[in-house]
């Protein structure tokens, strides 16, 4: 069975700077796929960021970027020059290859508080 | 263009009702889900559709039935509903069994048991 951790509940950031949300994971399958979800109140799930448990390289997009250690099962994202429309909560998910059917795995989240 | 879209977005209703939420994605994705977001925030997987065949069949009871009409389809049927079924419950689809299993979600159906 996979698993996915986020240890922070709650965290808050002042606007313009930088904030990293953590995230562990547990998988016994060696070909994956891991995300981070953005969920503003509206509720809509917006995709951040995707990462190929295959690839080395860490993905970045625009001020989102992840630590991705494979050894280490921990996939943290990292937002920078933090805006006020990044609050939200955030969510961390797990899907591997070949069980794409099989849906995501997500975490408990992380509420992000943007303070003006 | 809606990619995922839902109806209703909100629905409330008694204990004992029937009730069916519908999904429809434009994406041309061969996959379909429903997801169960709880009062916690927390999202598990309930269902997945490849191709019009249930792939997957969490531990949600029978009185929740999905129904695929066509690959671009995916409604939800829950019998006899029950305080604990309100929820937020979310339609997603995804390219799989190509590209890299992302899922793209609906906005979500905010479901209210009385």
């Known amino acids: 069975a996979q698993t996915v951790t986020q240890s922070q509940p709650e965290m808050s950031v002042q606007e313009a700077e930088t904030v990293t949300l953590s995230c562990t994971y547990d998988?016994?399958?060696?070909?994956?796929?891991l995300f981070w979800y953005k969920q503003p109140p509206s509720r809509q799930m917006i995709l951040v960021i995707r990462?190929?448990?295959?690839?080395?390289q860490n993905a970045t997009e625009n001020r989102f970027s992840v630590n991705f250690q494979k050894a280490a099962k921990s996939f943290s994202l990292k937002i920078s020059d933090s805006q006020l429309g990044d609050a939200a909560m955030y969510f961390c998910?797990?899907?591997?290859?070949?069980?794409?059917?099989?849906?995501?795995?997500f975490g408990k989240g992380t509420h992000l508080i943007i303070q003006p | 263009d809606t990619a995922v879209s839902q109806t209703p977005k909100y629905l409330v209703t008694q204990m004992g009702n029937d009730k069916s939420i519908k999904c429809e994605q434009n994406?041309?994705?061969?996959?379909m889900y429903w997801y169960k977001q709880d009062s916690k925030k927390f999202l598990k997987i309930m269902f997945s559709?490849?191709?019009?065949?249930?792939?997957i069949n969490e531990t949600v009871p029978n009185r929740f039935s999905p129904k695929s009409p066509d690959k671009a389809h995916l409604n939800l049927h829950i019998n006899s509903l029950e305080l604990g079924d309100s929820a937020v419950y979310f339609c997603?689809?995804?390219?799989?069994?190509?590209?890299?299993?992302?899922?793209?979600f609906g906005p979500g159906t905010r479901l209210t048991v009385t």
């Open positions: 559709y490849n191709n019009k065949e249930l792939i």
């Open positions: 998910a797990m899907g591997y290859s070949g069980g794409g059917a099989d849906g995501l795995t």
């Open positions: 990462q190929e448990a295959y690839k080395q």
């Open positions: 998988t016994s399958e060696s070909d994956y796929y």
């Open positions: 994406l041309g994705h061969d996959t």
């Open positions: 997603a689809s995804s390219p799989y069994p190509d590209s890299t299993y992302e899922q793209y």
